[in-house]
């Protein structure tokens, strides 16, 4: 139960309150805090992207390349590139994936890869508490990204300062994925994650769609997405 509450805190960016946890030589010790790993590096397991493709492959085949800037280990790039997709993969950190070692926010319109991303961005560089949005800005407006799609907390856009992001760069379409993604191997957080995809192609109001964990179905659900 301990590893659980831990796993749950992490995944959400919130401290605990003290808990009592058990050590491997069977004594107990008071935690005060539960922090956040550092550089908010936290894998992605495969079905958050697997439903991601099924879902946007049709858009995705429009790009030469898709740029995974928060590439960590590559669990995401090697989804991608097992769909067919070419990938261009950089982080601030080298975790072993042979990704380029450079800061996101390094790269300008002329140096960017890729105009489409696809990556499980640093929440603290989304939220308003933390980052002000500045990920996403810099992504849209410095880089002119064409096409983005970021997993996110599902709750991320019900902060009030991000209010005016939202209005002036709203998304084409909205994923809310049916389950709980365990990011930490500790348990399923107690929140929803979506996939937020900004698409300059895009006419009209925000799409709201849902996505399950495995689905044969949605490559034909979804389809017709990006039309």
């Known amino acids: ?3 659980s509450a831990r796993g749950l805190f992490r995944a959400t960016g919130k401290k605990s309150r003290p808990v009592v946890q058990l050590g491997l030589d069977g004594s107990f010790t008071r935690a005060e805090a539960l922090e956040r790993a550092e550089h908010d590096f936290y894998p992605t397991p495969p079905e958050p992207t697997r439903a991601l493709l099924s879902a ?3 858009r995705l085949k429009d790009f030469a390349a898709i ?3 928060a590439a960590g280990d590559g669990a995401m790039v090697r989804e991608m590139e097992a769909a067919g997709l070419d990938v261009f993969a950089s982080d601030l950190v080298d975790r072993g994936c ?3 070692v450079r800061n ?3 790269f300008t319109a002329h140096s960017a890869p890729s105009r489409a991303i696809v990556t499980n961005p640093p929440f603290d ?3 308003w508490r933390d980052g002000k949005g500045r990920w996403i800005l810099h992504a849209l407006e410095t880089l002119r990204a064409e096409y983005m799609a970021l997993l996110m ?3 991320w856009p019900g902060a009030g300062g991000l209010a005016g992001l939202w209005a002036k760069h709203p998304p084409a379409r909205v994923y809310l994925m049916r389950w709980k993604i365990d990011f930490t191997g500790q348990g399923a957080p107690p929140m929803l994650n979506g996939w937020f995809v900004w698409d300059r192609a895009w006419r009209g109001e925000t799409v709201l769609r849902m996505l399950d964990r495995s689905d044969p179905a ?3 659900m979804f389809g017709e997405a990006a039309e």
């Open 56 to 58: 946007e492959m049709q």
């Open 153 to 155: 907390s599902w709750t």
């Open 104 to 106: 996101f926010y390094d």
């Open 218 to 220: 949605q490559a034909e």
């Open 125 to 127: 560089q989304c939220n």
């Open 98 to 100: 042979n990704a380029l």
């Open 1 to 3: 139960m301990v590893q």
């Open 67 to 69: 740029w995974e800037p």
